[in-house]
């Protein structure tokens, strides 16, 4: 049983640019979350997702950080024109259903420096 | 807001000496609590959870945690330490008394176990 799968481990980009973080769940599972891991510091919620729908992004920042979970295909974390407080690393995770909590998958973890 | 506090950043133990690493939480009302181990280059993975039932949960490789409503406590426990439990361990807290699904996360202890 494949685990939650992140690419890619590591992204570099330059201030301004866009960063384009995947997540492709555990198989069976349809709901996604995403974390961000700053230096020194916990894991903190940013959004939950289950497909084509945002159920809850009360942690993402308000500009530049978006995400999605198509019908078809991996999660995707999208933040716009990054700058060097982006830099973290940033994890999904992946549960069966929700409602009656389920225990939450983690992946990898995406380790996202901006130059 | 929820905080989840891990007081003990950083803890060196000697191969068979006891842990015991702390967690408290702030919400007052029902909460689904785990925690999460990160060995050095791998993604976390769940050791235990307690969602209800007895408050002494029993998880993998040897740990235990206790839940003490009284003291919005979940102690992380191992009578005896070994070298592979050098790791990152970070307790998480779910206010399940809200229906929401994310995890509050504390800023997480290093465990170094000295051969």
């Known amino acids: 049983n494949a685990g939650v799968m992140q690419n890619p481990r590591h992204l570099v980009r330059r201030r301004g640019q866009e960063a384009r973080l995947r997540c492709s769940p555990m198989k069976g599972h349809s709901h996604v979350y995403w974390y961000r891991q700053l230096p020194e510091e916990g894991l903190k919620f940013m959004v939950y997702?289950?497909?084509?729908?945002?159920?809850?992004e009360s942690g993402m920042p308000k500009e530049r950080f978006s995400a999605e979970f198509p019908k078809e295909g991996p999660s995707i974390l999208r933040i716009q024109q990054v700058v060097r407080g982006d830099s973290a690393a940033y994890f999904c995770?992946?549960?069966?259903?929700?409602?009656?909590?389920?225990?939450?998958?983690f992946g990898p973890g995406t380790r996202l420096t901006v130059t | 807001a929820q905080s989840v506090s891990q007081h003990n950043h950083h803890v060196i133990l000697s191969e068979a000496a006891s842990l015991e690493l702390g967690c408290n939480y702030s919400?007052?009302?029902?909460?689904?609590l785990f925690w999460y181990v990160q060995y050095p280059g791998q993604h976390l993975q769940l050791l235990l959870k307690y969602f209800s039932g007895d408050p002494l949960v029993k998880g993998i490789k040897g740990f235990e945690a206790e839940f003490i409503k009284s003291k919005f406590s979940f102690n992380l426990r191992k009578p005896s330490v070994q070298w592979s439990d050098t790791a990152e361990y970070f307790c998480a807290v779910n206010e399940a008394g809200t229906g929401a699904n994310n995890l509050f996360f504390g800023t997480g202890t290093r465990l170094t176990v000295i051969p």
């Open positions: 997702l289950q497909k084509e729908n945002i159920i809850d």
């Open positions: 919400y007052g009302g029902t909460v689904n």
């Open positions: 995770a992946s549960s069966r259903e929700s409602g009656l909590f389920y225990e939450q998958y």
